[in-house]
C-alpha cells in the first residue's frame, strides 16, 4: 500500500526542504571559492539527501502517527543514511582532497618511470649480454675451426690406405714440437724477419725456403721449389686488388710460358739424364746440342721402327718423332734445324712452323692458323703417326679433345700439351672444338679429373704440380697442406705466395680453408691464410712460442671480422697459452725499467701490444698476470686497480707461508715500494684506495699475531672507523667516500676493532683486581673511555648506509654488552 501525503502537507515539507536547501547553496558558494569542484559536488549530496529523508519522514507521521510501519520505514532510512554516510566519507576519504589524489597520481607517476626505467635496463644489458656471447662464441667458434682440419667435403675422405711416410717422425730432442724439417723452415722465416725489421731491402723468400729443399736430401721437394719459384717469376706489377692482377690475361699467360718453361726444362734434364745413364745405347756424338740429344735420347726410347710414320726419316728416327721431343724438350731452334732437313717432305710446314716461331706467345696468325685445321681436319686426323697429329695440334692449338695418349703418355706430358693449346684471345674465330681456355683446363683437372684420377693420396707431389701448374695457386697448397707430412711445405709455399702478393685470401676468417667466394670468376679459389697459418703454429706454439711469433709477424697487416689487428691478437693469445710474459713482452726490472722481450724486435709500439695481452688476461680473469703487464705497459691506474681487487677478498685472512695472502701481499708491496720510488702514481681514488688496503692488512696481520696494541695504533691512525662518540658524524660522512673493496671488509674491520676493545677491557679487569694499589680513577677513567669507544663502533656501524654481512651487528651489540 503507498501511502500519499496531501496537498497543505506537502507544501509545508516542501517550504521546509527549501530552508534547508538555501543556506547549503550559500555555503556551497562559499567553499567553491575555496576549493575545487569535486568538493562541492561532495557537500551537496548529503543535503539533498537529508531533505530527501526529512520529507519521507515527515510525510509518513503525518499520515498515520502511530502505525509501526513509520518505525520500519524510519529503521529503513536510518540504514540507508547509514550506507550514505559511509558512501560519503567514502567519497571524503576517497578524494581525501587534492592533495591526497595529487599524492597518489604522483605516486603512480613515480611507479610508472621507475618500472620503465627498470624494463629499459634489463633490455638494454640483455642487448649487451647477447652481443658480448657473439662476440665470445665467435673467438670460440674460430679457434673450433682451426682445431678441425679440412677444406669442405675433402676433410670427410677418411682413407683406409696409410701413406707413405718419407719423413722421420722423429722431433729435434728436447721440449721441441718441431721436427727436423720445421727447424729448419722456422730458422729462414727467422733470417728472413731479421732482415725486413732490420730495414734491408725485403728478400726473396722463396730463395730462403729452397735453401731447406737442399739440405733434405729430397727430390721432389727440391723440385717442388724449383717449380714455385719458376712460377713466381712473373713481372710483378704493384696491385691493390690481388684477384684482378691474378685474372689479368697478361698475368695468365706469364704463368702459362712458366709452367711450359718449367716442364720443357724438366724434361730436358730428363732427357740427359735418360741419355746419360745409357751412353752404350745412346750412342751420343756429334755437335752438341738439342738435337743431338733428341736423337741419341731416341735411340732409348724408340729402338725399333714403328709402324705408321710418315714422311721419312732423319739419320734412321722418324721426321716426326724429332720434331715432337724437339718441341717438347722446348728448342725451336732444333726443331728447326729438323724441319730444314726436310722440307721437302713436310709442304707448308715449314712456312707456318717459321711463323709460330718467331711469334712472341707462340701463337699464329688467324689466317694460317685455319688454314693449317683446314689441312688437319682433312688428311691428318686419322693419321696412323701419332707425332704428326701431336704437333700440328700443338701448332694449330686445334682438336682439344684428342689427348694424345700414344705420345703424352705420363701426366707431365699431358699437361704440357694441353698447356700449349690453351688459347687467350677472344676474337672467336676458333670453333668450340679447337678453343679451350686455361679456366677450362683448370676446372677440368681440378673437378672433372680430381684427386682420384691422380691418384693423390699415393702421389701428392704429383697432383700438387698439376694444380701449381696451371695457376691453381690455392687449390695446390691447400690439398698439400691436409697431407700431415708435407704441411710445413704448403705453409712456405703459403708463406712465399703472400709476400710476392700472388695469393688469394678469403674475405672471412671463418671461411674454410679452400673456398670460392660469390663475384668471383668460376675457377677462381681463395685460400684461408690466417687459419692456415694458425692451424700450422698451433701445434708448437705453447712450446716454442719464439718460432711461433715469427710465423704471427706475417699477420701485421690482416685484420679479422671485428676489425682487430690479427698480430696483436695472435701474439695476445700466444702469451696466454705458453705463460712466456718475461720472454716475449720484456721483464720488470727492480728500478722500475722495463728489459726488452722478443716482442721489441717486431713492433714499434710494444706498450700498444702489452697492454692489448693484459687486457685479454684481465677478461680471461688472470688478474695476477694482468697487474705484471699492465706495469709493464706503464698504466698505473689498471695495476692498482687489479690489485686492489685482488687484496680486497684476503686482507682479512690470517697470513701463513706460500698462501694466497702471502704471494699478493709481496707483491702489492713490491709495486708500492717502486711506485713511491718513482713517484709514481695513479688515479686519486684508486691510488688512496690501494695504501689503504696495505695498512688494513698490516692491521690485520698485527691483530691475527696478538699485537693488539700495535693493532690498535694502526687502526687509530687510519681514522677508519670512530674511537670516540664525537667522531661518529665524521666517520659515517667519509665512509661514502670508500671504494666498494673497503667497504667489503668494513664488518671484519668493525669485529676485529671490537675484539680489541673488549681484549684491552678484560685486560684492564685483570689489572684492577691484580694491583689494588694503583689509583681507582685512573681504572675508571679507562674502562669509561673503552666503553665509550665500543658504543662508538655500535652507533658506526648503525648508521652507515651499508648492509654488512651475516651477524655482524649481533656480535657487535654481544661484545658491547658484555663490557658493560
Not at 541 to 567: H, I, V, W
Not at 689 to 715: K, N, P, Q, S
Request: hydrophobic content about 40%; overall charge negative.
Amino acid at each position: 500500500m503507498h501511502w500519499l501525503a496531501g496537498p497543505e502537507e506537502d507544501d509545508r515539507v516542501q517550504a521546509h526542504s527549501s530552508k534547508l536547501l538555501s543556506p547549503s547553496c550559500r555555503l556551497s558558494h562559499i567553499i567553491s571559492e575555496y576549493h575545487i569542484h569535486t568538493r562541492i559536488s561532495t557537500c551537496i549530496r548529503p543535503a539533498r539527501t537529508s531533505t530527501h529523508e526529512m520529507h519521507k519522514l515527515r510525510l509518513c507521521q503525518a499520515v498515520h502517527p502511530r502505525r509501526r510501519d513509520c518505525r520500519l520505514l524510519q529503521r529503513d532510512d536510518e540504514d540507508g543514511e547509514e550506507e550514505d554516510d559511509e558512501q560519503d566519507e567514502g567519497s571524503h576519504t576517497g578524494s581525501g582532497g587534492v592533495r591526497g589524489f595529487l599524492k597518489n597520481e604522483r605516486d603512480n607517476a613515480l611507479l610508472s618511470a621507475i618500472e620503465e626505467s627498470r624494463r629499459r635496463t634489463f633490455l638494454l644489458a640483455e642487448e649487451y649480454h647477447r652481443d658480448s656471447m657473439l662476440v665470445q662464441w665467435e673467438q670460440v667458434k674460430q679457434r673450433v675451426l682451426h682445431t678441425l682440419l679440412g677444406a669442405g667435403e675433402d676433410a670427410l675422405d677418411f682413407s683406409q690406405e696409410v701413406e707413405p711416410s718419407f719423413v722421420s717422425e722423429v722431433g729435434v730432442p728436447g721440449r721441441s714440437a718441431l721436427d727436423s724439417v720445421e727447424v729448419a723452415y722456422s730458422r729462414q722465416i727467422y733470417i728472413f724477419n731479421e732482415k725486413i725489421v732490420n730495414g734491408h731491402l725485403q728478400p726473396n723468400l722463396g730463395d730462403f725456403c729452397a735453401s731447406v729443399a737442399e739440405g733434405l736430401d729430397d727430390k721432389n721437394v727440391a723440385d717442388m721449389w724449383l717449380m714455385v719459384k719458376q712460377m713466381t717469376d712473373v713481372l710483378l706489377v704493384p696491385a691493390k686488388d690481388t684477384l684482378k692482377s691474378r685474372v689479368s690475361v697478361d698475368m695468365q699467360m706469364a704463368f702459362v710460358r712458366q709452367a711450359l718453361q718449367y716442364l720443357e726444362n724438366s724434361y730436358k734434364n730428363y732427357t740427359m739424364v735418360t741419355v746419360f745413364g745409357n751412353l752404350h745405347q745412346a750412342q751420343l756424338g756429334g755437335v752438341p746440342g738439342t738435337y743431338q740429344l733428341v736423337c741419341s735420347f731416341l735411340n732409348i726410347k724408340l729402338p725399333t721402327q714403328l709402324p705408321g710414320m710418315q714422311d721419312g726419316e732423319i739419320e734412321g728416327h722418324p721426321v716426326w718423332a724429332l720434331i715432337y721431343f724437339c718441341l717438347r724438350c722446348g728448342d725451336l731452334l732444333a726443331v728447326m734445324q729438323v724441319v730444314n732437313r726436310a722440307q721437302h717432305q713436310l709442304g707448308d710446314f715449314k712456312i707456318w712452323f717459321q711463323e709460330y716461331m718467331n711469334s712472341p706467345d707462340r701463337r699464329l696468325s688467324p689466317a694460317t692458323e685455319n688454314k693449317l685445321r683446314l689441312h688437319y681436319r682433312r688428311g691428318l686426323r686419322n693419321s696412323a703417326d701419332p707425332y704428326k697429329r701431336a704437333v700440328y695440334c700443338l701448332i694449330g692449338k686445334c682438336d682439344i679433345a684428342d689427348n694424345h695418349g700414344e705420345v703424352a703418355d705420363k701426366t707431365e706430358d699431358y699437361l704440357w700439351l694441353k698447356l700449349n693449346q690453351v688459347c687467350f684471345d677472344e676474337d672467336g674465330s676458333s670453333s668450340p672444338q679447337d678453343r679451350m681456355t686455361l679456366a677450362q683446363l683448370q676446372k677440368q683437372l681440378l673437378e672433372d679429373y680430381g684427386e682420384s684420377h691422380f691418384s693423390a693420396s699415393h702421389q701428392p707431389f704429383l697432383y700438387f704440380q698439376v694444380l701449381f701448374l696451371t695457376a691453381q695457386f690455392e687449390a695446390a697448397i691447400a690439398f698439400l697442406f691436409r697431407v700431415e707430412r708435407l704441411r710445413s711445405h704448403a705453409v712456405h709455399v703459403a708463406l712465399v705466395l703472400y709476400e710476392l702478393k700472388l695469393l688469394l685470401k678469403s674475405s672471412g676468417q671463418s671461411a674454410q680453408l679452400l673456398s670460392q667466394e660469390a663475384g668471383d670468376p668460376p675457377m677462381v679459389r681463395r685460400l684461408n691464410f690466417i687459419r692456415l697459418l694458425m692451424l700450422y703454429t698451433r701445434k708448437f706454439e705453447s712450446t716454442d712460442p719464439r718460432e711461433a711469433l715469427q710465423y704471427f709477424y706475417f699477420l701485421r697487416n690482416e685484420k679479422d671480422s671485428q676489425g682487430e689487428n690479427m698480430f696483436m691478437r695472435c701474439v695476445s693469445e700466444l702469451v696466454i697459452e705458453s705463460r712466456e710474459f718475461e720472454m716475449l713482452l720484456g721483464r720488470l726490472e727492480k728500478d722500475g725499467s722495463r728489459k726488452p722481450g722478443v716482442i721489441d724486435k717486431f713492433a714499434g709500439d710494444t706498450r700498444a701490444i702489452i697492454t692489448k695481452v693484459a687486457s685479454e688476461a684481465e677478461n680471461k680473469g688472470l688478474f695476477e698476470e694482468a697487474v705484471r703487464l699492465y706495469e709493464l705497459a706503464k698504466n698505473p691506474d689498471k695495476v692498482l686497480e687489479l690489485m686492489n681487487r685482488l687484496l680486497s677478498p684476503v686482507i682479512a685472512q690470517v697470513s701463513e707461508p706460500q698462501s694466497n695472502k702471502e704471494r699478493l701481499k709481496n707483491m702489492a708491496v713490491a709495486i708500492a715500494e717502486r711506485y713511491r720510488a718513482n713517484s709514481i702514481s695513479g688515479e686519486k681514488s684508486v691510488d688512496s684506495t690501494f695504501y689503504l688496503l696495505l695498512d688494513l692488512m698490516t692491521y690485520f696481520d698485527e691483530y691475527h699475531a696478538g699485537h693488539i696494541d700495535r693493532a690498535y695504533d694502526v687502526i687509530e691512525r687510519l681514522k677508519l672507523v670512530p674511537l670516540n662518540q664525537d667522531s661518529v658524524e665524521e666517520r659515517v660522512m667519509a665512509f661514502r667516500n670508500l671504494s666498494d673493496e673497503v667497504r667489503h671488509n668494513l664488518s671484519e674491520v668493525l669485529l676485529a676493532t671490537m675484539n680489541i676493545l673488549f681484549t684491552q677491557y678484560k685486560r684492564l679487569k685483570g689489572a684492577a683486581a691484580g694491583t689494588p694499589g694503583r689509583p681507582q680513577r685512573t681504572l675508571e677513567d679507562r674502562d669509561t673511555m673503552l666503553r665509550s669507544q665500543a658504543r662508538a663502533l655500535i652507533t658506526f656501524a648503525g648508521m652507515i648506509p651499508y648492509r654488512m654481512a651475516g651477524d655482524t651487528n649481533a656480535r657487535l651489540v654481544q661484545m658491547e654488552v658484555l663490557m658493560n
